[in-house]
C-alpha cells in the first residue's frame, strides 16, 4: 500500500469529520478514500476511526496516529516546498475564502493574476459571507476585511480603506439639509449589515457615534451601492467599493470633515514550523496587488 497517501487520507478525514470532505480536498472518490484509509487500518493493524451514518470520530489509537501523521506530513510537505523553493517555482493546490462581493469583484481578479505568474498553482476560491472556519474547512487562506476576533491564527495586514458617508446627487437634492451627524437621524439611512451597525465619526468636536435605524438593511456591498446609485438613501461604504462613482460624480461624499475609520484587509493562515511556499507567494502578491489601497 501506499502509506504516504493511506496517513493524509486518514489526516483530512480526521480534521474534517467527513470522507466525502477528504474526497473533495484530494480530488478523488470518496470511495478511494475510505479504501486509502482501510488500507492503513489493514497495515497496522487497528481502527483508527469510529463510523456511523452522522459522523466519523477518532478512536483512542487514532488520536495517537493523527498526531505523527500530521508530523509526518508536515515533513514531507517541507522537504517538497525546499525542492521547490530551489527551483524557484509555486505549484500546488491553494484553498482561499473570503466573502462573496469581495471575492467576486476584487479578490479573483487578483488570483487570476497571481495564477497567469504561477501557472503550476491551482486554485480553489470559495465565496462565502459566514465566518469559515479556516483549519477546520482545510483552506489555506482566508482574506478578511475589518477588524479580526483573537484566535491563534496568523493575520498579515495587506492594506486599509477609510469609510466614508456617500449619497447620490439625486437624493441630496430633495433630503434634509446636513451638516452634522447628528441630523442623520432624518434622512433614510442604508446600512451594510457585513460592517458595523454603529456609525462613528471624528470632528471638530471629537468623536461622534450615530446608530442608524435603516429604511433598508442588506449583507451586500454590491447591493448598497446600488441602493445609494438610485437614490434611495445614504450610507457608509468602504472607499474603494465607491471610489469610481465618487470620480464620476454619481456618489457624493457627504460630510468630508467628519472622517470615519481605516477598514483593515488582512490575509488569514494557520501558524506552523514553515509557511508553505505556495502560500508565502500567494500573500505576497496580495499585499503588492492591494497596496494601493492604503487610504
Keep these: 500500500m501506499d502509506r504516504i497517501a493511506g496517513l493524509d487520507a486518514f489526516a483530512r478525514v480526521a480534521r474534517l469529520g467527513s470522507f466525502t470532505g477528504a474526497a473533495t480536498e484530494l480530488g478523488i ?62 505549484r500546488g493546490l491553494l484553498r482561499i475564502t473570503t466573502g462573496v462581493d469581495f471575492g467576486r469583484d476584487y479578490l479573483a481578479p487578483a488570483a487570476a493574476a497571481f495564477q497567469r505568474l504561477h501557472p503550476q498553482a491551482r486554485l480553489d476560491l470559495h465565496l462565502d459571507d459566514r465566518f469559515v ?76 457615534h450615530f446608530s442608524p435605524h ?4 442588506v449583507n451586500s456591498p454590491a447591493v448598497t451601492r446600488d441602493r445609494l446609485l438610485a437614490g434611495d438613501g445614504i450610507s457608509v461604504a468602504p472607499h474603494f467599493t465607491v471610489s469610481d462613482d465618487l470620480r464620476g460624480g454619481r456618489l457624493v461624499e457627504v460630510l468630508p470633515e467628519f472622517r470615519m475609520a481605516e477598514v483593515p484587509l488582512h490575509a488569514v493562515f494557520a501558524p506552523g514550523r514553515r509557511l508553505s511556499l505556495r502560500v508565502r507567494a500567494f500573500v505576497d502578491f496580495l499585499a503588492n496587488h492591494f497596496a494601493g489601497w492604503e487610504a
Design 214 to 217: 435603516p429604511r433598508f438593511s
Design 133 to 208: 472556519d479556516l483549519v477546520g474547512e482545510g483552506f489555506d487562506v482566508a482574506v478578511r476585511m475589518g477588524a479580526l476576533p483573537d484566535s491563534a491564527l496568523v493575520a498579515r495586514r495587506l492594506a486599509a480603506t477609510r469609510l466614508v458617508l456617500v449619497a447620490s446627487p439625486t437624493y441630496l437634492a430633495t433630503a434634509a439639509a446636513l451638516v452634522r451627524p447628528e441630523q442623520l437621524t432624518g434622512h433614510a439611512c442604508i446600512l451594510d449589515t457585513n460592517g458595523s451597525r454603529r456609525w462613528s465619526f471624528s470632528g471638530p468636536a471629537g468623536e461622534v
Design 29 to 90: 472518490s470518496t470511495t478511494a478514500v475510505s479504501r486509502r484509509v482501510a488500507d492503513l487500518e489493514t497495515h497496522l493493524g487497528a481502527r483508527l476511526l469510529e463510523r456511523n451514518t452522522r459522523r466519523v470520530r477518532l478512536t483512542e489509537l487514532g488520536a495517537g496516529v493523527l498526531e505523527r501523521s500530521e508530523r509526518i506530513l508536515e515533513d514531507l510537505d517541507e522537504l517538497e516546498e525546499t525542492a521547490r523553493r530551489e527551483e524557484g517555482s509555486v
